[in-house]
């Protein structure tokens, strides 16, 4: 002991250490896979049980879903360690201490950088690969040879967003003023975007990037500022918009205006693949036309057997399983009956659901492990470093203060960086070949398709509309349990029970939203299956949405609307998107898959809406009730 007072720094061992930090590690692993267990474990049964189809590339998918758990454990810690803490200080110190265009300038870049650093990013950016130029020449063309721009754009729309709703918290603007207009505006240019073939295939990308801007990265930090601002504009009262609310309905509403703004520029241009002026690569655009699509399976075949045949001609019905083809004969057309004369008949049994395997790989050759890591690690450091440079220099120089403490700032940093890096890595591992895959093999239910892998395959495995129908199932079911399993949406709850005095329970809140993101993702598969156009989908529950808007109370707006943000986390936004590009690339007529995370976002929009005018218009009359009660009592006392 006398020791120990004498010198009172000491050094742990390796083993003290991992023994110390393992609980602690443990708990934040965890927390990474209680969101992530349900989405894979769903995905992988569906497959499995339902499609009945193995899983291809198993191993790769598997250490690529770990690392994906494992880099948002130190991405997230490096946001609470790193990112937030700056992000925090300053929102607590620009208000009071410089003036608006300062404060505007720097939500401004703000928003910028933080969509840069956002993982999705990577997702939008990987996904021209799928699109085919001669089918969508301007979607190709801005994810392939303009997709710096695309991304640029992108941040802008953030960037504005966050400026608007800085504004908003400074002058108390209603969230439902600023929303209305600008959903209206986005359906009459989608209208007329729907209008012209070549720019009706850019709807999907451009409300897709709605839900990618709304991560891990963008919600935490601009919420951040809004809440400084609030607490020095209201007194922290709240007045100035519900500490926050809307800022992020704000940022996945204006990146959506600045990718149709975008294309319409190269659409007038006449700068896209096939275009008069058309800048972009040709060497991408051969690779693309030389892309041949997978082959179309042809229904095989087996003659029936004599037991088959007898009861065939003791019933003269069919058994289940066998058709009845018409070879040869003479047809005639007599008062609209077509009639075949002398025609040979032959009933034979269609193939049970067998098939053989011809690819069980459990690691992708083609995939360099190396060269992705290095991609990633890049990637991470492109979308970090400046973002956490910006805040630092706004941090020292502007606000002229000091950034305490800085070893564990430093930390965060490097978690940050590691975190992303490893996300990256497993996204192009794990998520992005599950998704893919998975998306590749729904169509199977009702399409005649060869899956990923596998050879000497019936399909559709069901009737057609039965089999869109166990699709879109599928669909609803995902994006419930996704969502439930959002740890993002448990914070989102309880904030709202307690910003309701508990009029909506976090329950309550949590189903609501689960539900509308379930029917989102629903009637995006229903929208690929039946190859109907994207503005069909968009303006109905929109339009909806913009009268719930209108009827609802205030502080309802605010957090139903920012519902939206929650449901597009970082597990959800890669798995969808390329499950969307999959189901896209292999249902016939269908050019593209993006349009689905855009009505995952309006869903949970409508359906908090309408379970909050329910709620209160509940409440009033329970009170009409009590009162009408208490009349009547105090009248029968006074008699």
Not at 11 to 36: H, S
Request: glycine letters at 12%; one cysteine or more; aromatic letters at 10%.
């Amino acid at each position: 002991m006398a020791d120990m007072m004498d010198n009172p720094r000491f050094k742990l061992g390796a083993r003290d250490t991992l023994r110390i930090l393992w609980p602690y590690v443990k708990r934040n692993f965890m927390n990474q896979v209680e969101g992530i267990w349900f989405i894979v474990a769903y995905l992988i049964i569906f497959q499995l049980l339902i499609l009945q189809l193995p899983i291809v590339y198993a191993a790769m998918i598997g250490v690529g879903i770990f690392v994906v758990a494992v880099g948002l454990m130190f991405f997230m810690e490096g946001l609470r360690l790193g990112l937030m803490p700056l992000g925090e200080e300053i929102g607590s110190i620009l208000p009071k201490n410089s003036r608006m265009p300062v404060i505007l300038l720097f939500a401004f870049l703000l928003g910028v950088g933080a969509t840069f650093a956002e993982p999705a990013i990577a997702v939008l950016k990987a996904a021209g690969a799928g699109v085919k130029a001669d089918q969508a020449p301007l979607l190709y063309s801005l994810l392939n040879d303009f997709s710096g721009q695309l991304v640029g754009s992108v941040g802008v729309g953030v960037g504005l967003a966050v400026m608007i709703g800085v504004l908003r918290f400074f002058f108390a603007w209603p969230l439902k003023y600023l929303a209305i207009p600008v959903v209206g505006l986005l359906l009459a240019l989608s209208f007329y975007f729907s209008r012209v073939p070549v720019l009706a295939d850019v709807l999907g990308l451009a409300w897709d990037c709605g839900a990618v801007t709304t991560g891990p990265v963008t919600v935490p930090l601009v919420l951040a500022l809004g809440i400084g601002v609030c607490r020095v504009v209201s007194s922290g009262t709240g007045s100035g918009g519900h500490s926050g609310f809307g800022i992020v309905t704000l940022a996945s509403l204006f990146p959506i205006l600045a990718v149709l703004c975008l294309s319409l520029f190269h659409y007038a241009q006449q700068d896209y693949w096939g275009a008069e002026h058309y800048t972009g690569s040709t060497e991408i655009e051969i690779t693309t036309q030389d892309t041949s699509s997978k082959p179309t399976l042809e229904k095989s075949l087996e003659p029936i057997g004599a037991a088959e045949y007898a009861e065939y001609l003791n019933s003269g019905k069919l058994p289940e399983g066998y058709v009845l083809e018409f070879h040869g004969g003479s047809a005639e057309l007599d008062d609209g009956v077509i009639t075949v004369e002398k025609p040979d008949l032959t009933i034979k049994k269609l193939y049970q659901r067998d098939f053989e395997v011809i690819s069980d790989q459990t690691w992708d050759e083609h995939s360099n492990f190396s060269e992705k890591l290095s991609a990633a690690g890049m990637d991470a450091l492109r979308a970090i470093i400046p973002l956490c440079l910006f805040l630092y220099i706004v941090l020292r120089l502007v606000l002229r203060q000091r950034m305490a403490p800085r070893n564990d700032v430093g930390i965060g940093v490097l978690f940050a960086f590691a975190g992303m890096t490893l996300f990256g890595l497993g996204i192009a591992l794990g998520l992005t070949p599950l998704g893919g895959q998975l998306g590749s093999n729904v169509p199977v239910a009702f399409a005649e398709i060869l899956p990923w892998g596998l050879d000497h395959v019936e399909g559709p495995l069901f009737s057609d509309h039965w089999g869109k129908f166990v699709a879109i199932g599928f669909a609803f079911f995902l994006g419930y349990g996704a969502t439930l399993a959002e740890p993002a949406l448990n914070a989102l709850g309880d904030t709202v029970e307690r910003i309701t005095v508990g009029a909506f329970r976090k329950k309550l809140l949590m189903q609501s939203v689960a539900v509308g993101v379930g029917f989102g993702i629903a009637a995006g598969i229903f929208k690929m299956a039946y190859n109907l156009p994207l503005i069909w989908m968009l303006i109905p529950p929109y339009l909806l949405v913009l009268v719930l808007t209108w009827l609802s109370p205030h502080s309802f707006v605010n957090f139903s609307w920012d519902s939206a943000g929650v449901t597009t986390g970082p597990i959800t936004v890669p798995l969808v998107l390329a499950m969307g590009l999959g189901v896209g690339a292999n249902v016939p007529g269908v050019s593209d898959g993006f349009g689905i995370l855009a009505l995952a976002s309006v869903g949970p929009i409508l359906t908090v809406l309408t379970v909050g005018l329910y709620t209160q218009y509940s409440q009033r009359d329970n009170t009409d009730e009590t009162l009408a009660d208490d009349a009547e009592l105090i009248e029968a006392e006074a008699t």
